[in-house]
């Protein structure tokens, strides 16, 4: 078998497992078993990270020992006509020419495609590498929560090659630090009355992505985008909300959103014009950048029995219209390079309140922490309660790493060129890793990945036989 039929066809049985964020158990069950059968050590710590080692090749028995990193769980997103239940349905893979991708779901190339390659590694005999240790964390996709608990004793290797970078051809030596804000705005119920009409907004359409790679990329915030069209119809239509939900996740830019809202009936006619106009210059505004944008008003019948206040509704709406959302901030140092950023990434109104998470990142840790108090402000001001989460600091780079020459030596030699080498504004295991470790050299690469954390994600296939061959050759080296 062909070292790219090899890949795939591990990458094909890895997709066939649940595991999301906080669903790891079965495809950790499942390594395990195949390092077993293979005759290979492993070893899980108490946050459920697993290592697995491998033995080095004949002759590579004293080099330094090799640690290659990825995640175990991956974001589940969907269209919303899938019918895919995460759970317990294997990712339908579909192979399109050069490109790899699902069945109106998630691919989850990030990150099982390197678990993928790590096995692939591994199994072919003709691969000749150091010992090598596979480190496979829990809970990434969550807050990098896996790795920020790593038992170091689970490493003896000093030097590590993250695989969830998603461009081939680039080597990331840094990247963003993050954490999240989860906000509730209380609210109380009251009963819909007779001559009130119940109105229904969608919007979908939206491209979504990763709220790292892809915030700079204009692309539309469905979350954002109700609230606008909320608060332009209740500039002089008040309404009451019944249901507001938007995302699934808090690093997915949220590609659809729904809410039903009641007005009074002689308010109806001002609330379609209102909506109209609203609509409209938003279309205008996106033409370029989402195509698909749709945003649909209809009537529905009564079968709801309650909506929160006028005021209330009015609070929650302008909470979200407040929140940041998108680049903040560039890098003053790096040309192009986003220093700052805010994703609204859920939504959604429970009997106890209004429920939004909001995702702060930036590479410097002064103006990640400015955005956590911004993010809080605004909702301490709308009366709201907040928890915060811990904050990973971002990944400084060593650009007199030796494991940063020698990838630019090795990449170079195999493809008559010399890499890029970038910062990431989406969040990396690395610079954690190597500070509960007590110091790695450690770089993050990986293949070309379009749109991840969406639907739409696909692997250009080409690029995974690129980062096989330099692998291969780097191990060697």
Same mark, same amino acid.
């Given at each position: 078998?062909? @070292?790219?039929?090899?890949?795939?066809?591990?990458?094909?049985?890895?997709?066939?497992?649940?595991?999301?964020?906080?669903?790891?158990?079965?495809?950790?069950?499942?390594?395990?078993?195949? *390092?077993?059968? %293979?005759?290979? %050590?492993? =070893?899980?710590?108490?946050?459920?990270?697993?290592?697995?080692?491998? @033995?080095?090749?004949?002759?590579?028995?004293?080099?330094?020992?090799f640690v290659l990193q990825g995640h175990l769980d991956m974001v589940w997103q969907k269209t919303p006509e899938s019918e895919h239940d995460f759970t317990r349905d294997p990712i339908r893979i579909i192979r399109d020419g050069d490109w790899l991708k699902a069945d109106k779901t998630?691919?989850?190339?990030? /990150?099982?495609?390197?678990?993928?390659?790590?096995?692939?590694?591994? &199994?072919?005999?003709?691969?000749?590498? +150091?010992? #090598?240790?596979?480190?496979?964390?829990?809970? &990434?996709?969550?807050?990098?929560?896996?790795?920020?608990?790593?038992?170091?004793?689970?490493?003896?290797?000093?030097?590590?090659? /993250?695989?969830?970078?998603?461009?081939?051809?680039?080597?990331?030596?840094?990247?963003?630090?993050?954490?999240?804000?989860?906000?509730?705005?209380?609210?109380?119920?009251?009963?819909?009355? !007779?001559?009130?009409?119940?109105?229904?907004?969608?919007?979908?359409?939206?491209?979504?992505?990763?709220?790292?790679?892809?915030?700079?990329?204009?692309? !539309?915030?469905?979350? $954002?985008?109700?609230?606008?069209?909320?608060?332009?119809?209740?500039?002089?239509?008040?309404? =009451?909300?019944?249901?507001?939900?938007?995302?699934?996740?808090?690093? *997915?830019? +949220?590609?659809?959103?729904?809410?039903?809202?009641?007005?009074?009936?002689?308010? *109806?006619?001002?609330?379609? $014009?209102?909506?109209?106009?609203?609509?409209?210059?938003? %279309?205008?505004?996106?033409?370029?950048?989402?195509?698909?944008?749709?945003?649909?008003?209809?009537?529905?019948?009564? /079968?709801?029995?309650?909506?929160?206040?006028?005021?209330?509704?009015?609070?929650?709406?302008? #909470?979200?219209?407040?929140?940041?959302?998108?680049?903040?901030?560039?890098?003053? &140092?790096?040309?192009g390079f986003i220093e700052t950023s805010n994703n609204i990434g859920i939504m959604e109104l429970k009997q106890e309140g209004l429920f939004i998470v909001s995702n702060q990142r930036s590479s410097v840790l002064s103006k990640l922490e400015e955005m956590f108090f911004r993010v809080?402000?605004?909702?301490?001001?709308?009366?709201?309660?907040? %928890?915060?989460?811990?904050?990973?600091? @971002?990944?400084? +780079?060593?650009?007199?790493?030796?494991?940063? *020459?020698?990838?630019? !030596?090795?990449?170079?030699?195999?493809?008559?060129?010399?890499?890029?080498?970038?910062?990431?504004?989406?969040?990396?295991?690395?610079?954690?890793?190597?500070?509960?470790?007590?110091?790695?050299?450690?770089?993050?690469?990986? @293949?070309?990945?379009?749109?991840?954390?969406?639907?739409?994600?696909? #692997?250009?296939? +080409?690029?995974?036989?690129?980062?096989?061959?330099?692998?291969?050759?780097?191990?060697?080296?």
């Amino acid at each position: 078998m062909q @070292p790219i039929d090899l890949i795939l066809a591990r990458f094909e049985q890895v997709s066939s497992i649940p595991r999301g964020t906080k669903y790891e158990d079965q495809i950790r069950r499942w390594l395990i078993d195949w *390092a077993v059968a %293979r005759n290979y %050590r492993s =070893r899980v710590d108490a946050v459920g990270n697993l290592v697995i080692y491998v @033995p080095a090749s004949a002759g590579f028995e004293s080099a330094p020992t090799f640690v290659l990193q990825g995640h175990l769980d991956m974001v589940w997103q969907k269209t919303p006509e899938s019918e895919h239940d995460f759970t317990r349905d294997p990712i339908r893979i579909i192979r399109d020419g050069d490109w790899l991708k699902a069945d109106k779901t998630t691919l989850g190339a990030d /990150n099982g495609i390197a678990i993928a390659l790590m096995m692939a590694l591994a &199994e072919d005999e003709t691969v000749l590498h +150091p010992a #090598l240790e596979l480190l496979l964390t829990v809970e &990434e996709e969550l807050g990098i929560v896996g790795a920020d608990n790593l038992d170091a004793s689970l490493l003896a290797g000093k030097t590590l090659v /993250n695989l969830d970078s998603e461009e081939e051809g680039v080597l990331t030596v840094g990247c963003a630090g993050g954490g999240s804000t989860y906000i509730t705005l209380p609210m109380h119920w009251l009963p819909v009355i !007779q001559d009130e009409i119940i109105f229904e907004i969608k919007v979908g359409g939206l491209k979504g992505g990763h709220s790292g790679e892809d915030i700079n990329k204009h692309r !539309q915030n469905a979350n $954002k985008v109700i609230a606008r069209v909320l608060d332009f119809i209740q500039k002089d239509v008040p309404v =009451r909300l019944i249901s507001l939900k938007g995302g699934t996740a808090r690093n *997915a830019i +949220p590609r659809d959103a729904e809410t039903l809202f009641v007005c009074s009936a002689d308010k *109806a006619d001002d609330c379609r $014009k209102n909506f109209s106009s609203i609509v409209q210059a938003i %279309r205008d505004e996106c033409i370029n950048t989402e195509p698909d944008l749709s945003i649909v008003l209809s009537v529905q019948e009564k /079968n709801s029995e309650a909506a929160i206040g006028y005021d209330e509704t009015e609070k929650g709406i302008r #909470l979200l219209m407040a929140l940041p959302h998108g680049v903040s901030a560039m890098s003053s &140092e790096i040309a192009g390079f986003i220093e700052t950023s805010n994703n609204i990434g859920i939504m959604e109104l429970k009997q106890e309140g209004l429920f939004i998470v909001s995702n702060q990142r930036s590479s410097v840790l002064s103006k990640l922490e400015e955005m956590f108090f911004r993010v809080k402000s605004i909702a301490l001001l709308a009366d709201a309660q907040i %928890r915060e989460t811990a904050v990973f600091k @971002p990944w400084q +780079p060593n650009m007199d790493s030796q494991l940063l *020459a020698k990838c630019v !030596q090795v990449y170079e030699a195999e493809f008559g060129r010399k890499p890029e080498v970038q910062l990431s504004h989406g969040g990396l295991e690395c610079g954690i890793i190597s500070d509960r470790c007590g110091g790695l050299d450690t770089i993050s690469m990986g @293949p070309t990945i379009h749109n991840p954390h969406s639907p739409d994600e696909k #692997l250009f296939i +080409p690029s995974l036989e690129k980062i096989w061959r330099f692998l291969v050759k780097l191990l060697a080296s």
